[in-house]
């Protein structure tokens, strides 16, 4: 059974950088496709960015485009999040989520396993 941990929120003015990780235990992950997720208050949970198997292509949504990176290491089993140049708007709990398939799916009915969540909390 795959099992996902996020870890690295925190709180940060505005402009400051983070970097999430997703460790992974039970599976080797690089088998999975990976999407970050984040829900902010009272909002539906969103996709934010998402990397396809092994050494795969990746794909952000608009609202994160050129700040935020998602990246691999399988050598430790564990997808990162790195957010730069954040911004209130991005405070949310993130949430990595995994599916058994090469390529990323928008949708998060499309993932299988997911983790606890993390908080990232930006101030204004």
């Known amino acids: 059974q795959l099992q996902l941990v996020e870890s690295g929120g925190g709180w940060v003015q505005t402009g400051g950088s983070l970097r999430l990780s997703c460790a992974a235990s039970g599976r080797t992950l690089s088998t999975y496709a990976v999407g970050w997720f984040r829900q902010a208050p009272e909002k539906e949970r969103e996709f934010v960015a998402g990397?396809?198997?092994?050494?795969?292509?990746?794909v952000s949504a608009d609202s994160v485009k050129g700040r935020f990176t998602i990246s691999r290491d399988n050598s430790k089993n564990t997808v990162y999040l790195q957010l730069n140049s954040l911004k209130p708007e991005d405070t949310a709990v993130y949430y990595c989520?995994?599916?058994?398939?090469?390529?990323?799916?928008?949708?998060?009915?499309?993932?299988?396993?997911w983790g606890q969540g993390t908080q990232v909390t930006v101030s204004s």
């Open positions: 989520a995994a599916r058994y398939w090469p390529t990323v799916e928008i949708p998060r009915t499309n993932y299988d396993y």
């Open positions: 990397i396809n198997c092994y050494v795969g292509s990746t």
